[in-house]
Nanobody, 125 residues
């Protein structure tokens, strides 16, 4: 069982930056593919970014490419999401998730085995 705890959310003006962190309770070094998802108010949860177990390969939703960066520090069992040039439409609860498999479906909510409780990000215009 893996417990994930997100932090770093908050209120920021449009154009600003935030860095989200996701700390894992168990040793996850190299064991899980990790992803970030978000759920805007009144909408379904959606894929934001994913990173492979060794941190070499990353992928992003088109809406955040060039603005967000996912990274991981396996020695610290922590995954990060650096968010720059934030827009009001980025407002959502952000979740990190861990995936034991290595399928190609890394953008699917159902692919992930463990989830954090979420952290609120609010971007004001």
């Amino acid at each position: 069982q893996v417990q994930l705890v997100e932090s770093g959310g908050g209120l920021v003006q449009a154009g600003g930056s935030l860095r989200l962190s996701c700390a894992a309770s168990a040793r996850t070094s190299g064991a899980y593919r990790m992803g970030w998802f978000r759920q805007p108010p009144g909408k379904e949860r959606e894929f934001v970014a994913a990173i492979t177990r060794n941190g070499v390969i990353t992928d992003y939703a088109d809406s955040v490419k060039g603005r967000f960066t996912i990274s991981r520090d396996n020695a610290k069992n922590t995954v990060y999401l650096q968010m720059n040039s934030l827009k009001p439409e980025d407002t959502a609860v952000y979740y990190c998730a861990a995936d034991q498999s290595a399928t190609i479906y890394y953008s699917r909510v159902g692919e992930y085995d463990y989830w954090g409780q979420g952290t609120q990000v609010t971007v004001s215009s």
